[in-house]
């Protein structure tokens, strides 16, 4: 049984920074893709970032890029959404979410395969 667990969300002030941690149990990150998604009210999921376990290797939605950090801990066996420079329109339920290594989907959804049960981030202005 493959369970993934989101923390650290919150309240903060637009400027703000939060840090997301996500943990899997039943299985290690390797040899998948780790990816986070958000969804705010009344929108559709979409893709915020992801890192490639095995290389390390980050892709990015362009609105986040020089503000949120994807990062991976093999140790931990998280993986974690430094989030910077907050703005109200990034309040969202944040997913974290598994996709296979060899996905070539993974900037979308329907490319992963486990997903977490979210953590509410709220920036306020």
């Known amino acids: 049984q493959v369970q993934l667990v989101e923390s650290g969300g919150g309240l903060v002030q637009a400027g703000g920074s939060l840090r997301l941690s996500c943990a899997a149990s039943?299985?290690?990150?390797?040899?998948?893709?780790a990816g986070w998604f958000r969804q705010a009210p009344g929108k559709e999921r979409e893709f915020v970032a992801a890192v490639r376990w095995a290389s390390g290797t980050t892709y990015y939605k362009d609105s986040v890029k020089g503000r949120f950090t994807i990062s991976r801990d093999n140790a931990k066996n998280t993986v974690d959404l430094q989030m910077n420079s907050l703005k109200p329109e990034d309040t969202a339920v944040y997913y974290c979410?598994?996709?296979?290594?060899?996905?070539?989907?993974?900037?979308?959804?329907?490319?992963?395969?486990?997903w977490g049960q979210g953590t509410q981030v709220t920036v306020s202005s």
């Open positions: 039943g299985r290690t990150f390797i040899g998948y893709i």
């Open positions: 979410a598994t996709a296979p290594g060899y996905s070539r989907n993974f900037y979308y959804e329907s490319g992963y395969d486990y």
